[in-house]
């Protein structure tokens, strides 16, 4: 993925505070040597070689699902092609790069010994469709863990915890937190954004679109006062605007799960093994320096433990 310099540049100090209500960098030993920069860290960090070197699963027990992958060949999911950082498809190299085009590498390569990953395009509201019927193997698309998705799909992870983001525009100064959205009209998604907006703020009135692009054009357009996504939507909105701005602050939190068939529990065994065989060993943490770590020049966050949130 590449991003103009001047434009991070400008985003850097907004994308710092977000992440921060995230996760946190590990304390430095008082006294101890200064550790590099964490953008000199990401620098030096290769997408391609962190899929490289990252492990293969022994003696993973046979289940419905990875015998069926295994057939195949390939883990077929559903991703983004747009989300800057997370899953973001290059026209002309066909490559696709980011977090969560980097799990589903990784988890290809855990269960076939090679990352063979073919994306299918799936929007938000066809995820729990396209893995109840097959379609897909897996969900690896800023999927947030709810309990009621849980009844649909079963769910590994949480892989990472994201909160939700405010966009507003750069003129705006009346709206600095969350509950400076209420009884304002705000531009976002249905499902987990929509409901996490009224739990925070529940006098918002809430716009559903269907993509952050269009949620953005009505905050442009003065069709809304603000938007609301999870974070991670919203560091491409802003390294590519000018008119709009992230806000410091953020609310609630949005676990990101791998979403699978309901009908193999023994497979979601399988990939929650996987998620703690890369954060164990270290790969989760080179996988976002070398992704969303190149983006917004922070420290890694800390994985969040699996299981914690219901749903998963």
Avoid at 37 to 44: K, M, S, V
Avoid at 292 to 303: D, E, F, R, S, Y
Wanted: hydrophobic share 40%; proline share 6%; net charge neutral.
């Amino acid at each position: 993925m590449r991003t103009r310099t001047t434009v991070v540049t400008a985003v850097t100090a907004a994308l710092v505070a977000v992440l921060a209500a995230c996760g946190s960098a590990p304390n430095q030993t008082p006294g101890a040597a200064a550790k590099p920069a964490a953008a000199d860290i990401a620098g030096q960090i290769d997408e391609t070689a962190v899929v490289d070197a990252a492990p293969v699963g022994q003696n993973l027990p046979s289940t419905p699902m990875l015998d069926k992958i295994r057939q195949k060949g390939e883990l077929t999911f559903a991703g983004s092609r747009n989300t800057i950082g997370f899953s973001q498809l290059d026209p002309a190299t066909g490559k696709l790069s980011g977090f969560d085009a980097g799990i589903a590498q990784l988890l290809a390569k855990y269960l076939l010994g090679k990352p063979n990953a073919k994306l299918q395009s799936g929007g938000s509201d066809t995820r729990e469709a396209l893995l109840g019927n097959h379609t897909i193997d897996v969900a690896i698309q800023t999927y947030t863990i709810t309990p009621d998705r849980a009844k649909l799909v079963n769910f590994a992870g949480p892989y990472y915890m994201a909160a939700s983001g405010i966009v507003v525009k750069s003129t705006d100064t009346t709206i600095k937190q969350a509950s400076d959205l209420a009884g304002k009209n705000v531009a976002t998604e249905s499902g987990a954004a929509k409901d996490a907006l009224l739990k925070a703020v529940p006098t918002a009135k809430p716009i559903l679109f269907d993509t952050a692009a269009q949620c953005v054009a009505a905050v442009e357009q003065g069709r809304a006062e603000a938007m609301t996504l999870n974070n991670a939507s919203l560091y491409g909105v802003i390294a590519t605007k000018s008119d709009v701005k992230l806000l410091d602050s953020t609310f609630g939190t949005n676990p990101f799960g791998i979403g699978m068939p309901k009908d193999d529990p023994k497979f979601k065994d399988v990939v929650n093994e996987f998620l703690r065989t890369i954060e164990s060993d270290g790969t989760w943490t080179k996988l976002w320096q070398s992704t969303v770590g190149k983006l917004i020049k922070t420290p890694a966050p800390q994985p969040p433990q699996i299981g914690s949130v219901p749903g998963s």
